[in-house]
């Protein structure tokens, strides 16, 4: 179940630092809120595939459940019920405001990354061998 896989690692490493990048630098109305977290649920993706052995698809379904589940706390103000409202470093990671959007953004970040599985799971043949 568990072993470690160099190339989803190097992904995360990527996502993750281009992720502190859009934080940081980008203050729009589009990159930030959707590109972040479109994704976000990408590098998420890949840290799970770094240290599993779980299918495409448990995968992309664990993080995708996983996403919603954030999303929907956000809307019952999760980092407030915890007390972290003044930890802008809780607000930043767990969200503070639901958003219908957010949603579309994840499912969409999956739905990437599962047609990317699949065209690189492809053999010689063209046949996908993708795992479901």
């Known amino acids: 179940m568990f072993s470690f896989h160099k190339n989803y690692f190097i ?22 809120p959707y590109g972040g977290d479109f994704l976000i649920v990408i590098l ?4 799970v595939k ?4 779980l299918s495409a698809y448990a995968a992309a379904v664990g993080v995708l459940v996983f996403s919603y ?3 929907t706390l956000q809307s ?11 930890s802008k470093i809780a ?4 969200g503070t405001y639901f958003a219908w959007g957010d949603l579309l953004a994840y499912t969409l970040g999956i739905l990437a990354v ?3 599985e699949a065209t690189f ?11 479901f």
């Open 91 to 94: 607000c930043t990671l767990i």
């Open 114 to 116: 599962l047609g990317a």
């Open 69 to 71: 589940l954030i999303e």
């Open 44 to 47: 998420l993706y890949c840290l």
């Open 50 to 53: 770094s240290f599993t052995n």
């Open 11 to 32: 992904g995360t490493v990527i996502l993750f630092l281009v992720e502190v990048f859009i934080g940081f630098y980008m203050h729009d109305a589009i990159v930030r």
């Open 76 to 86: 019952f103000q999760i980092v407030n019920l915890l007390g972290l409202e003044k």
């Open 121 to 131: 799971a492809k053999n010689d043949l063209g046949v996908t061998k993708l795992r």
